[in-house]
Nanobody, 122 residues
Framework: QVQLVESGGGLVQPGGSLRLSCAASGITVDSYDIGWFRQAPGKEREGVACISSTDGQTYYLNPVKGRFTISRDNAKNTVYLQMDNLKPEDTAVYYC???????????????WGQGTQVTVSS
């Protein structure tokens, strides 16, 4: 049984940082492309970052480039999303997902976590 469990969300002030974790079981994170997605109330789910299983190449949504970093720890079977200089518009539920294509679109992703809330507010 595949499980992806996100953690690390919370309330942070603008300009602050959070590190989200996505712990996997039932799969190994280096054999799947892993993406981080977010969904704000009333908005569609959007991909913010992903990492390729084949070469470790990373891809980012333009508004988060230079602020977010996706990384993978194979020994811990965990993928991280370091989020710095957070802005109120980053507020959303963040999900990790595992699939077969490293793109910022949810369709190719087969397995999803339950999500973790990130709120950026003063």
């Amino acid at each position: 049984q595949v499980q992806l469990v996100e953690s690390g969300g919370g309330l942070v002030q603008p300009g602050g940082s959070l590190r989200l974790s996505c712990a996997a079981s039932g799969i190994t994170v280096d054999s799947y492309d892993i993406g981080w997605f977010r969904q704000a109330p009333g908005k569609e789910r959007e991909g913010v970052a992903c990492i390729s299983s084949t070469d470790g190449q990373t891809y980012y949504l333009n508004p988060v480039k230079g602020r977010f970093t996706i990384s993978r720890d194979n020994a811990k079977n965990t993928v991280y999303l370091q989020m710095d200089n957070l802005k109120p518009e980053d507020t959303a539920v963040y999900y990790c997902a595992a699939g077969g294509l490293a793109i910022l679109h949810p369709v190719p992703y087969k397995y999803w976590g339950q999500g973790t809330q990130v709120t950026v507010s003063s």
